[in-house]
């Protein structure tokens, strides 16, 4: 049975499974002829990089930035919580980051 992503938009580095998936399987884009071999598991709803993405470059998604890479990850690898640091910044009612967070 083929399994398949989506791609959100086409400014986007990672596609979304719209099935589980298991380690050296092949995904399809849905409407596309693209197919991506998966590193690891991956389940279902979750994102898969479709092209090397290195440490401190942005994960893209709905063509925006939605996070930025903490390791150097790999087309076909699993892009979640334990290789992904969300950049969403928490402000105070003056605009400024609270403490303990960079920037």
């Not at 950049?87 to 967070?101: F, I, R, S």
């Amino acid at each position: 049975m083929d399994k398949y992503a989506k791609l959100l938009s086409p400014k986007d580095n990672v596609v979304t499974a719209l099935a589980d998936l298991d380690s050296g399987e092949e995904v399809t884009v849905r409407g596309r002829d693209d197919t991506y071999r998966c590193n690891q598991s991956v389940p279902f709803g979750h994102k898969i990089a479709i092209e090397d993405i290195g440490r401190g470059r942005p994960i893209v998604k709905y063509g925006r930035p939605i996070g930025i890479a903490a390791a150097d990850i790999k087309k076909g690898d699993w892009v979640h919580t334990h290789n992904v640091k969300d950049d969403y910044k928490v402000l105070d009612k003056d605009g400024k980051p609270l403490p303990g967070q960079d920037g």
